[in-house]
């Protein structure tokens, strides 16, 4: 007769270990793996595998610098002023998170994405992209950027401060 899988897993779930098969062999093969017997390897134990040359490592770029935490000190400001994001603030907002106070950090957050983007929207000339605002603001605050998205499509309701017009934002006169 000959032996399948399904008759190895019958044999195993009664308690059985098919002939000439270790246990744990015989469970992997059960569970639908092959045993194929090696010549290297008949129960014995594993041979180490002899070291093998290694070619001559090219000259790589040093690593980047490690990143830094968002900061209002660190970011340059696009076209001069100064974000209105202050350290004080992101460290409440980091603060927020850490002790796990949800609704006081994402009303935080909010507010300051919201300030954060007429500022940079006024910064870019009165208009600017809703994928790069998106990706600054979720890097300035440390959120996700489909959380900064989700807050410009909430402030560009009918009494929003925004006005999304296809990829573009700005701001409602």
């Given amino acids: 007769m000959t032996r399948t899988p399904a008759w190895d897993a019958w044999d195993i779930a009664h308690g059985k270990t098919p002939e000439g098969l270790p246990?744990?062999?015989?469970?992997?093969?059960?569970?639908?793996?092959?045993?194929?017997?090696?010549?290297?390897?008949?129960g014995h134990k594993p041979q180490p595998k002899p070291p093998q040359p290694q070619p001559a490592a090219a000259p790589s770029a040093p690593p980047p610098p490690p990143r830094t935490p968002p900061s209002a000190k660190t970011a340059p400001p696009p076209k001069g002023g100064r974000p209105p994001v202050s350290e004080e603030e992101l460290a409440e907002l980091r603060t927020l998170a850490a002790l796990g106070e949800?609704?006081?950090?994402?009303?935080?957050?909010?507010?300051?994405?919201v300030r954060l983007a007429v500022w940079l929207i006024k910064a870019d000339g009165g208009v600017t992209s809703l994928t790069a605002l998106?990706?600054?603001?979720?890097?300035?605050?440390?959120?996700?950027?489909?959380?900064?998205?989700?807050?410009?499509?909430?402030?560009s309701s009918r009494w929003g401060e925004l006005v999304l017009d296809g990829d573009l934002v700005r701001l409602r006169r």
């Fill in 23 to 42: 246990p744990m062999v015989a469970e992997a093969v059960a569970l639908g793996g092959k045993a194929t017997p090696t010549a290297r390897n008949n």
């Fill in 102 to 113: 949800m609704k006081a950090f994402t009303k935080a957050a909010e507010t300051l994405a």
């Fill in 134 to 155: 998106t990706a600054d603001i979720a890097y300035a605050l440390d959120i996700s950027t489909q959380t900064a998205k989700r807050y410009i499509h909430k402030h």
